[in-house]
């Protein structure tokens, strides 16, 4: 089975320029998170997804970062306009949320991440 | 508030040698899961386990054991036999509640370096 793909996997971009992160989940998931991974401030959760719904957005940093699923296999972030300070390494996670007693149950399953360069 | 406290930043030991990985976690919950996730030089993230907070029995899987305390709020992670290819970051995890699409806190990591 296909796990977590994420597109582009490296981006390099300069300040102002618009930047979108694309990802398809795990099929049959129910839940979509985006992560942000620095050296400085390590794995930050931005917000995740649950049946395609926005669930918690308190981790995405400011007005510029934005985030849609409309539909159960794909979803963006999109910066606009990027900076440098948001370099980063993007991941993607999804997992089959509610499935009381599952194995697969609430673990999320992390996508290859994008590396984001804004110059 | 969840915390997930990962104190050793980072270890290096021998080849061959066991290798503990500590982690220490908070919550007022008392339904949740804990999970290690492991980080090699790659960069992906990849699941290694998952426990829920009414099963304390300790796992085995090859060269990897888990320890879940909950006396001492602990989730501690053992190699034995360590390889260089475990080098890698590893990071231990705690989920909000245990409802649909919990969040996940993760400690800050440990970077385990292996020598040859």
């Known amino acids: 089975d296909a796990g977590v793909i994420q597109s582009p996997r490296h981006e390099v971009t300069e300040m102002g320029q618009e930047v979108t992160l694309r990802c398809k989940p795990i099929?049959?998931?129910?839940?979509l998170f985006w992560y942000r991974q620095t050296m400085m401030r390590g794995l930050e959760l931005l917000i995740y997804?649950?049946?395609?719904?926005?669930?918690?957005d308190s981790g995405m940093p400011e007005d510029r970062f934005s985030a849609k699923m409309p539909n159960a296999s794909f979803s963006t972030l999109k910066i606009q306009p990027s900076e440098p300070r948001d370099s980063a390494v993007y991941f993607c996670?999804?997992?089959?949320?509610?499935?009381?007693?599952?194995?697969?149950?609430?673990?999320?399953?992390f996508g290859p991440g994008t590396r984001l360069t804004v110059l | 508030a969840q915390k997930v406290t990962q104190a050793q930043t980072e270890i290096s030991v021998v080849e061959k040698e066991d290798v503990t990985l500590d982690c220490v976690y908070e919550t007022r919950d008392t339904t949740y899961y804990l999970f290690w996730y492991k980080q090699p030089p790659s960069g992906e993230l990849v699941f290694l386990i998952r426990?829920?907070?009414?099963?304390?029995q300790n796992e085995i899987s090859g060269r990897y054991s888990w320890n879940f305390q909950k006396s001492t709020s602990s989730f501690n992670f053992t190699i034995t036999a360590s390889q260089v290819v475990d080098s890698a970051v590893y990071f231990c995890?705690?989920?909000?509640?245990?409802?649909?699409?919990?969040?996940?806190?993760f400690g800050s990591g440990t970077r385990l370096s292996i020598r040859p």
């Open positions: 996670a999804s997992s089959l949320a509610g499935a009381s007693g599952g194995h697969e149950a609430d673990t999320q399953y």
């Open positions: 995890a705690l989920s909000e509640g245990w409802s649909s699409a919990s969040k996940i806190i």
């Open positions: 099929s049959g998931h129910n839940s």
């Open positions: 426990r829920n907070s009414f099963d304390e």
């Open positions: 997804f649950n049946n395609n719904v926005p669930i918690d």
